[in-house]
């Protein structure tokens, strides 16, 4: 095996996760950030809204859950969106400043270096959404307990498929303050626009558009998967749709950072 053999590309791999890992710890506001917006909305939005949105009994569920109940998976999802965007950030960010320079003297091909970065951003957001599910736990949400170890690969599926997202999108951004601005214009619709916050079936009642649209989401099945997994249970649909997605996403993102066909790397000579 090229690149130092399979020890090489431990060492990248665990080269590339260290630096992620000790940026999101020098960051502690970032962590703590990532937890206020679905606690906001679980501790404010969902008390409010509970008596005004009656949820029927609907798969996962087999009876009538409130509505904090039901939007917890959706804030999971919310969680793993933003760390996907915001670790796709750090690329608009070292291409800016040279530092991804580093990465292009590498002997490692680029899709393992890019699968490296994302599977690390991931890890981190999978501790993010343990916390907050174990916040939600002494608010009174209690999925079953097998459901906190089952719903882990859904995690890993649906972080995966966000932060594959993120760097196709990173790839095309030139400078970072635009791609602060795309970040808002993708993430906002992507959850309103989703089962995180309201079933599908609601929506067909107000819109079948509204309805069709929220379908095609791709984070509305990262939601469903999520949901599904936390009760101890396989969405097949959702699960379809974000490995095909994940594909798609990885895939272009993989295309755009190649110098010698995209944009993205070689911009700024980083």
């Not at 009876?63 to 796709?88: D, K």
């Not at 599977?119 to 999925?143: C, D, E, M, N, R």
């Amino acid at each position: 095996m090229s690149a130092g053999g399979m020890a090489g590309w431990w060492v990248a791999f665990a080269g590339i996760s260290r630096r992620e890992t000790l940026r999101f710890v020098n960051q502690r506001g970032r962590f703590l950030a990532a937890l206020v917006r679905p606690l906001v909305w679980l501790f404010i939005f969902a008390a409010g809204f509970r008596a005004v949105l009656g949820l029927s009994i609907t798969a996962p569920y087999q009876t009538y859950v409130l509505y904090e109940v039901y939007v917890t998976p959706g804030l999971c999802a919310m969680i793993q969106l933003f760390n996907g965007m915001q670790s796709s950030l750090s690329m608009v960010y070292d291409r800016e400043t040279g530092a991804m320079r580093t990465l292009l003297v590498s002997p490692y091909p680029r899709w393992f270096l890019l699968a490296s970065k994302l599977v690390a951003g991931v890890i981190v957001s999978i501790i993010q959404v343990y916390t907050f599910l174990l916040i939600a736990w002494f608010w009174g949400i209690h999925p079953p307990l097998a459901g906190f170890l089952a719903v882990l690969p859904a995690l890993l599926l649906s972080g995966l498929m966000l932060g594959a997202m993120g760097l196709f999108l990173s790839s095309a951004i030139r400078q970072l303050e635009n791609f602060a601005g795309v970040m808002n214009f993708v993430i906002f619709p992507m959850f309103f626009a989703s089962s995180a916050l309201y079933p599908l079936w609601r929506m067909r009642e107000s819109s079948v558009l509204l309805h069709d649209i929220c379908a095609l989401n791709p984070f509305t099945h990262s939601v469903e998967l999520i949901r599904f997994a936390l009760y101890l249970q396989v969405n097949w649909l959702s699960l379809g749709v974000v490995l095909g997605c994940l594909v798609l996403f990885f895939g272009g993102a993989v295309l755009m950072y190649d110098p010698g066909r995209g944009l993205g790397i070689r911009r700024k000579g980083g």
